[in-house]
């Protein structure tokens, strides 16, 4: 049964002049795309582990007539359908969820539990929406299928894994993603958001989502007794030092109005409060966006380690390390602007909201550094009297990786799929010159 506010949202797409071909085909197909969503949402599986959700996405989209090859990078799923000549446009979803312990109440929370790749034993949830994103583009892909007239071109559906650890695009690429089937012109993904209400859509023309480093840094003292200092080098200072002396590279090293974080998640030293031990290690996230600012913290933090370390009278230089890496999410700009304007018409112009850039990361940049010009885009999940209410009182709904995290599905599937199906009509209604044109990634 569709709740209150999902009727509601269907009569405000239609006032907004959405057409009614569109918004019978949406209508039809959100009840099965729901029905998906709680099945996902019960189901999730860890980055890396999703061999049932690839199963069930990759069966959904056969049944649809897609040509569907499966285990591309791992569990990554590539549906193809040709639809005679034209474009190739890429539409990517993500398959994976995260270890979080669900504590949203609901009558259809997970409770599903596995043990992580340390062999740890966690909760799982979906955490970030990845289940909404899954139903969305079921929900688009069905009118996609089922109206063939009102597109030409090829379209291309990733189902990625391993987002959550940004090594399943890395991984998809590696595997021929872009060599083994047709190669995008154009990259579309959806990202919802539960501080944007539903019914909204979020663009961020140009930087959209930061780059991100996760590094581990190992500092090396001489251990000793924690009452005969003077014999030891102790690491935890060093480390103590380093973490402070840290923040000084973004104080005095990076131009004010250049974005850039560096935070110190951990530090792990020692077994006993009288114990000076022969090493201490930190774990590091750094974010920025400009590529040039990258590459100048990534080395100003190696500096500093070292440098500490030699104040200190280290016998051994710290061991700095790059475990995870993902580039900063770009949206062209030219593109963005077009998709706008054909997005307004469909959720109303003053529904198309500009975000500010955001510090998160999404390894979606992978195939923007392949070179495929790319529109993300946010999708509004939040309960628009919930959001207004809790701001009021000067508190955020809960955000994405929350226990707490629980969209507006039903309601938000609607405009998803609505969405994502005119952004696919527009960009696979002319030629691959036609697509071309209104890109400007090769001018960024």
Not at 170 to 186: E, N, Q, S, Y
Not at 333 to 341: A, F, G, I, M, N
Request: proline letters at 5%; one cysteine or more; a negative charge.
């Amino acid at each position: 049964m569709k709740t209150l506010a999902a009727f509601t949202l269907l009569f405000a797409l239609a006032a907004f002049g959405q057409p009614a071909a569109l918004q019978q085909q949406v209508n039809a197909v959100v009840p099965e795309a729901h029905a998906l969503y709680l099945e996902l949402h019960q189901h999730p599986e860890l980055s890396g582990h999703e061999t049932w959700t690839a199963e069930k996405f990759a069966g959904k989209l056969r049944a649809l007539g897609y040509e569907v090859t499966e285990h591309v990078g791992g569990t990554g799923v590539v549906a193809v359908m040709k639809n005679g000549t034209g474009p190739t446009v890429m539409l990517r979803t993500e398959l994976d969820g995260l270890p979080v312990t669900e504590e949203t109440g609901l009558a259809y929370a997970s409770k599903v539990h596995a043990k992580d790749d340390n062999g740890r034993e966690v909760g799982v949830m979906h955490a970030c929406g990845h289940d909404v994103h899954m139903a969305t583009i079921f929900g688009t892909a069905t009118i996609m299928a089922k109206n063939k007239d009102t597109w030409h071109g090829t379209l291309l559906l990733i189902g990625q894994p391993a987002e959550e650890t940004i090594t399943g695009a890395k991984g998809m690429i590696a595997d021929g993603l872009l060599t083994k089937f047709p190669r995008p012109d154009i990259g579309v993904a959806m990202h919802d958001e539960n501080g944007i209400a539903v019914g909204q859509i979020g663009i961020s023309p140009g930087y959209s989502k930061a780059a991100a480093d996760s590094l581990r840094i190992t500092v090396y003292g001489k251990g000793g007794h924690g009452a005969r200092p003077e014999s030891t080098i102790d690491p935890v200072l060093i480390a103590a030092s380093i973490a402070v002396r840290l923040q000084s590279i973004i104080a005095r090293e990076i131009h004010p109005g250049d974005a850039a974080v560096i935070t110190v998640g951990y530090i792990q030293a020692g077994t006993k409060n009288n114990i000076i031990p022969n090493e201490a290690q930190m774990g590091l996230t750094v974010r920025s966006y400009k590529p040039e600012v990258r590459k100048h913290l990534l080395a100003s933090i190696e500096r500093v380690a070292k440098a500490e370390a030699m104040a200190s009278g280290a016998e051994k230089m710290p061991l700095v390390e790059e475990y995870e890496s993902t580039s900063a999410v770009y949206n062209d700009p030219v593109l963005t602007q077009h998709l706008v304007s054909v997005l307004e018409p469909v959720v109303g112009k003053g529904n198309v909201v500009k975000e500010d850039p955001l510090m998160t990361s999404e390894d979606y940049s992978m195939y923007i550094e392949q070179g495929i010009p790319s529109f993300y885009f946010t999708l509004g999940v939040a309960d628009p009297k919930k959001l207004a209410a809790t701001r009021a009182s000067g508190k955020e709904m809960p955000s994405n990786h929350s226990p707490l995290f629980a969209p507006e599905a039903e309601p938000a599937l609607h405009v998803g799929i609505a969405a994502q199906v005119t952004i696919l009509r527009d960009l696979l209604k002319g030629s691959s010159a036609d697509v071309k044109k209104i890109t400007e990634t090769a001018s960024r």
